[in-house]
Antibody
Framework: QVQLQESGPGLVKPSETLSLTCTVS????????WSWIRQPPGKGLEWIGY???????NYNPSLKSRVTISVDTSKNQFSLRLSSVTAADTAVYYC??????????????WGQGTMVTVSS | DMQMTQSPSSLSASVGDRVTITCRAS??????LAWYQHKPGTVPKLLIY???TLQSGVPSRFSGSGSGTDFTLTISSLQPEDVATYFC?????????FGQGTKLEIK
């Protein structure tokens, strides 16, 4: 059974870059559109962007100027970098996999989520 | 910019009640609509996709309907374990957009 696990620092200083990695276990990273999603405290879910195993990406327009998502197929991992963070970027960050291969569909597999706080 | 508007934002109902949550898309999205259940301390759970297809393992009291811009999630008989926040989500090759969520409580 495929499982996702987020990892990275839980505290980031304002203006710095947030970096997270999602490790895929129990299956291959190939043939899926892998996403990052976040949820600020007390607010709704926000899709950040996705990456296909070939490295092609698509980002939320509201975050596009600050986001980079990359993939390392040899490690079965994909990563998020969000630059110039502010307190508004404080959130639980999830990685997610859609239910169908080759299509950016709804997510049936989620990582457990990792809380990232932006504070000096 | 695509918007997904859910209503109500919160809802209180009694065990056994029929509960309806709506989601409206600012543009037509065919049936590319999913519903999730999210309980505190857990990850979101996919309930329905393609607007009306029940995900495997989800109780049959949950159902979805709609197409185009207007969609509905219905719980036919509310159970205590259904207390959660429910999100709709539009999906396609261009992007994903979530609704703001509906918090469901038991009276």
């Amino acid at each position: 059974q495929v499982q996702l696990q987020e990892s990275g620092p839980g505290l980031v200083k304002p203006s710095e870059t947030l970096s997270l990695t999602c490790t895929v276990s129990g299956g291959s990273i190939s043939s899926y559109y892998w996403s990052w999603i976040r949820q600020p405290p007390g607010k709704g879910l926000e899709w950040i962007g996705y990456i296909y195993h070939d490295g092609s990406t698509n980002y939320n327009p509201s975050l596009k100027s600050r986001v980079t998502i990359s993939v390392d197929t040899s490690k079965n991992q994909f990563s998020l970098r969000l630059s110039s963070v502010t307190a508004a970027d404080t959130a639980v960050y999830y990685c997610g996999r859609p239910m169908l291969r080759e299509l950016p569909g709804p997510f049936d597999i989620w990582g457990q989520g990792t809380m990232v706080t932006v504070s000096s | 910019d695509m918007q997904m508007t859910q209503s109500p934002s919160s809802l209180s109902a009694s065990v056994g009640d029929r509960v309806t949550i709506t989601c409206r898309a600012s543009q037509g999205i065919s049936n590319h609509l999913a519903w999730y259940q999210h309980k505190p301390g857990t990850v979101p759970k996919l309930l329905i996709y393609a607007a009306s297809t029940l995900q495997s393992g989800v109780p049959s009291r949950f159902s979805g309907s709609g197409s185009g811009t207007d969609f509905t999630l219905t719980i036919s008989s509310l159970q205590p374990e259904d207390v959660a926040t429910y999100f709709c989500q539009k999906y396609n090759s261009a992007s994903y957009t979530f609704g703001q969520g509906t918090k469901l409580e038991i009276k």
